[in-house]
């Protein structure tokens, strides 16, 4: 096994470092040093063993396009495990198995599992390198796809291991393709082993181990795993909060600027409310971009909230994103992106589903196969990404790097609600903006799975990303609440709602814009509002109108309110509240209770 002297004198990851590469048996190990050099020489193996492709120079400057197996391309969540040592700490919404067993079964699985390949030790911080609230985690894998795209999403190298130090904490990830090398045998471009994929956390160890799939959240260990999973766990234990949310600085024309950190479920366009253009006609009016994704989020010692992203880069779906919908997340991957599972264009550049009113007429799809606009299939996988750093984003906000993080004044929750919920509203208080957090929902649409129209509880869009009981992290919401001493104002936003005829009644995109101001000026306390019984509501005249035509008429349906509906649904919330509740917060009842006699 050849090996360069890794700089660390870290004894515990060197200790945990060497039963790794006893266990996995690689040919290879290599420390990544994060730069670009290092990078170009990976891609270029890579392109040469038919597992890259490298795009366009001139139309995609740094950019490579990769194919994945078509049974490896996405977040696979029936084999995703919180290994808690007592299967109630996971609760009911989370796959649990007991650790041991779980550790028994991957110790046989890796077992000589990187044989003919490489391994790569990748030091990463999330967050900004050194910043308070930043947190260091280290990931072994065997697929170099996974050690370019780290080096987007999060901060990678040396400068990791300084600050790591002698003998700083960082949380150890494990991770395998699962397909060892024989020797003689030529490799496949992507591999995987998706009959044995396992992703598995162990929150009291504060380790992940993942095998069997390169794609994503499974192999991308610092970012759903770390980020959410077991930092949610350490959030719970250190009195802050981890969340599946963006950040976005609102600056009015006075240049003041306000942070806004907001959670939606799938599917609701986070990444373009991260990145919203406001209409020409709000002069003055710039919204900024922190994050996208994740939020970590910490009282500082006046119990104000200060936020960071802890990422460094986006991992967004491409399809549906153009110059029209998103044309900050377009530049973003402009230059220097990893795109995996869209087409190739026939002059090396990249194409998918919605970039373009009309289609090329010949495109190589992401199944590797010849495509025309009449074949009758997808050009690019629904799932498929472009992985983008965070400076190539036109409207990166100047705090990203801020190590003390944004100081955040509102939360916003949202769905995809076609017939119920009124376009914004505001929570009177936190603890029943808790409950609006805890029972937000989206209506399935044709292309996800279940039945069309029928809401999907997602809990502050938390439920395949929280490391420990559901009803726990309702209580630790509660909690952080409680203590401090400026309180964010909690907001319910509903861009997605339709008239009989099934037309939408809200444009939605930039326009969203004149919520988010209104939104901002109520954080700020500056903007009136209208007692009702869900929440503070904006009448009319309380939004600015200047550029869009929008009448009272449409307003009022858009903001109605049909009591004995609103009533029907917070039956609906009771499906998750008893499958919670011998560990519910009694707030969540009280909450309900004050709704329904408001009604
Ligand atoms: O694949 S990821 O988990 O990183 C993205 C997602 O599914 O939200
Ligand atoms: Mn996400």
């Not at 560990?583 to 009604?599: A, C, D, G, Q, V």
Request: charged share 25%; aromatic share 10%.
């Amino acid at each position: 096994m050849k090996s360069k002297t890794p700089k660390t004198t870290h004894r515990a990851l060197l200790k945990w470092m060497g039963k790794m590469v006893e266990m996995c048996r690689p040919e290879w190990v290599h420390w990544c040093d994060g730069t670009q050099a290092e990078a170009d020489r990976l891609f270029a193996e890579m392109v040469k063993r038919g597992t890259a492709i490298k795009l366009n120079p001139k139309k995609r400057p740094n950019s490579y396009l990769f194919r994945s197996d078509p049974r490896d391309v996405a977040r696979v969540e029936k084999r995703t495990f919180i290994c808690s040592h007592s299967k109630d700490d996971a609760g009911p919404t989370n796959n649990w198995e007991e650790p041991r067993a779980m550790r028994h079964k991957l110790k046989e699985l890796f077992a000589g599992c990187m044989k003919g390949r490489t391994m790569y030790v990748i030091p990463f911080s999330m967050g900004p390198v050194g910043s308070p609230l930043a947190q260091i985690g280290v990931q072994v894998t065997d697929s170099p796809y996974v050690v370019v795209n780290m080096r987007i999403m999060a901060r990678v190298g040396n400068q990791v291991l300084k600050v790591l130090g002698e003998h700083g904490f960082f949380v150890p990830c494990l991770h395998s393709v699962g397909r060892p090398l024989p020797p003689g045998e030529k490799d496949v471009a992507w591999p995987c082993n998706p009959e044995n994929t396992y992703i598995a956390h162990f929150p009291e160890e504060r380790t992940i181990v993942s095998f069997g799939s390169g794609y994503g959240g499974n192999a991308l260990l610092g970012k759903k795993c770390l980020a959410l999973r077991i930092a949610s766990c350490m959030a719970r234990d250190g009195g802050w909060l981890a969340e599946h949310m963006l950040i976005t600085g609102v600056r009015n024309p006075e240049g003041e600027k306000t942070y806004v950190a907001a959670a939606f479920p799938s599917a609701c366009g986070k990444t373009n409310f991260a990145m919203l253009i406001p209409p020409k006609e709000m002069k003055g009016w710039k919204v900024t971009t922190v994050g996208d994704d994740i939020a970590w989020i910490k009282p500082d010692a006046e119990g104000r909230l200060f936020a960071i992203n802890p990422e460094n880069g986006f991992f967004g779906v491409a399809p549906g994103t153009s110059r029209q919908t998103n044309r900050n997340a377009m530049e973003s991957c402009r230059k220097d992106t990893i795109f995996t599972n869209v087409a190739l264009t026939d002059d090396g550049d990249v194409w998918w589903e919605g970039m373009t009113p009309k289609p090329p007429k010949h495109l190589i799809d992401w199944l590797g196969q010849d495509w025309t606009p009449d074949c009758g299939r997808v050009s690019s996988h629904p799932n498929s990404r472009f992985t983008a750093p965070l400076v190539n984003c036109p409207c990166l906000d100047s705090e990203v790097d801020n190590l003390a993080g944004v100081p955040i004044k509102a939360f916003v929750f949202g769905g995809r609600r076609m017939h119920d919920i009124p376009l914004v509203y505001q929570a009177f208080t936190w603890s029943q903006g808790v409950y609006m957090g805890a029972t937000m929902g989206s209506e399935q649409t044709a292309a996800a799975e279940g039945k069309v129209g029928v809401v999907r509880q997602d809990p502050m869009a938390m439920l395949p990303f929280c490391g420990y009981h559901m009803a726990d992290y309702f209580r630790h919401w509660l909690k952080v609440g409680k203590n401090l001493e400026e309180r964010p104002r909690i907001f319910h936003v509903n861009w997605f709602r339709k008239n009989e005829k099934g037309e939408f009644l809200w444009p939605g995109y930039g326009q969203n814009m004149r919520v988010l101001r209104w939104i901002v000026e109520r954080a700020n306390v500056r903007a009136f509002a209208k007692e009702s019984a869900i929440g503070w509501l904006p009448r009319y005249q309380d939004l600015d109108w200047r550029g869009l035509d929008f009448s009272k008429e449409q307003w009022d349906e858009l903001m109605a309110m049909d009591r004995e509906r609103t009533k029907t649904l917070t039956l609906a919330h009771e499906e998750l509240f008893i499958r919670l509740f011998d560990h519910l917060p009694k707030e969540m009842i009280f909450e309900r209770e004050l709704l329904l006699s408001r009604l």
